[in-house]
């Protein structure tokens, strides 16, 4: 081996600056970066301004128009058209370039931010600021409108789809399910860079069950006269603007027609027999059944026919599930399969995750069980020693079976246990499918799909003991608070008099020879 041992006494000498943080336990891939490589690389990130727009602003020539974009139809607030206009798409582009964007908040090494919204969007603000004209206020007026309760409008009519004589409606009970739900998970073990993920880390509640009300896709194809030669899949265009990569673009992802064929793909104007609130699509969304969210496209305006899956980069660049290894630096869209169903899955809703839980010796646990692709739940089972000993959910205590969505459950588990334990959930699917022990079985690159089985630490106190109820009923005789858990306590668990009295009914702790 070559000497170079020089390079090191000179190294040892400068003891790093953050060397005791690295002392104290507190996480190195925060602060530095130890290059093993030959290849030079660069850590300093050129600074940019932060807040407003147009400080980051670079320059503008004289034959750039002042508005490139204007509402597309009147009352349709935010909806502009891209795909028609490759010269508006391209104005945009070089409009865009002038601009520079600060980087992606950094939270998967630090804890999320404690605001409402968790992330506020800051670039996606500046985006639509800096291509302006119509787009200039949309995010604050689409706050304001899901602070309102996500409304319906009052002025727009309702789609003529829905017109009773042309197409018989329909009402399903649908479960969406994003794919990125409980990624936070993934993202707490192995923080690594999804597609999708810098503006959306789930827990356990990025999916909802409706009875969705509207026509099968394939009667409205029929009525328009079939598909067109070579078509086989559907492509389905959201009103809003998009941005990836610079480009300004509508949300577009495709569905295959096999899977229109079969009437499980909804055009939907009623949830829950309202008309739909603007949040989740008004005036008319997709629903598609047992697939991932991203494929139930809101605000639709445009279906097409077309020969392959979507080239449009919701389709082909994101929601894509990554082979273990296939890591952020080497992976290519072509390497991750196009997620359109969703393996069974399920979760603990409650206790919460580092909870303290007071009980009985049973522990009363809710949650929800899901299977895509029309699969339904079978049979839910919760261990509360990590995995070990699993007890099924009495089937009275699952909600109805539907072919399309989730069951809600709730139960108690016997839990013997003083202190830290993890209560783990698992379900069966109809298929018999059943869920990876661990987070490191179903983790992938772009963090989608954490379909391992959901895993909640507790703090168990058991109230069924003895001395826990007695401990318990002294913090409430002292007026002391129990919480947090973490706090010494200040009183002793047993009286002198007591000790001495045990003291002289056990053996002696030493022995004699
Ligand atoms: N037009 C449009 N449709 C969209 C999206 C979007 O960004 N734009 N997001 C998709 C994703 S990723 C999900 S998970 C669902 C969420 O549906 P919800 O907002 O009704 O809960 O909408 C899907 N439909
Ligand atoms: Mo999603």
Redesign the pocket.
Known sequence: MQSNSHFHEHKLRQQPADEWKLEQGLEPARLMLRNQSNVKINTESPEIAKSNSSELRAGKSDDEPEIIVEEERKGWKGYVEWEDYPEKKSNARQRFAQFKFPPPPEFQLEPLPETNPVLEGIRWKMWHRAIGGALANVPEESWKTVLKGGETSRNASPPRISNEDLFPRSSTLIT?Q???TRRIEQIVEYPGEGD?MINAPWAEG?I?TAKWTGVSLKKVIKYCGGLKEGGKHLELY???T?FKGGECMN?VVSVPWSKVKANEVLLAWEMNEKPLPK???FPL?VVVMGY????????LYRVKAIETPSRAPVQSREYLYFQQQAGKHNQLPTMGIQIQEMPVSSAIMTPWNKEVVVHNGQIEVSGWAYSGGGRWPERVEISADGGYVWYPIPLENLSAKHKFAWRTWSGSVPCDHEGWTELVVRCWDNSLNTQPMAVRHSWNWGLHVTSSCHRVKIYSVNASKYATRRRLEQFEERGESFMPITRPTEFLPMTMENYEKSWLAMEPRDVDD
């Not at 991932?292 to 496209?297: D, E, L, P, T």
Request: net charge positive; aromatic share 12%.
């Open positions: 969406i994003c794919s990125g999708e990025a909802g959201g009103a809003e998009y949300y949040i989740h699509g969304r991932i969210g991203a494929r139930s496209v809101k605000w």
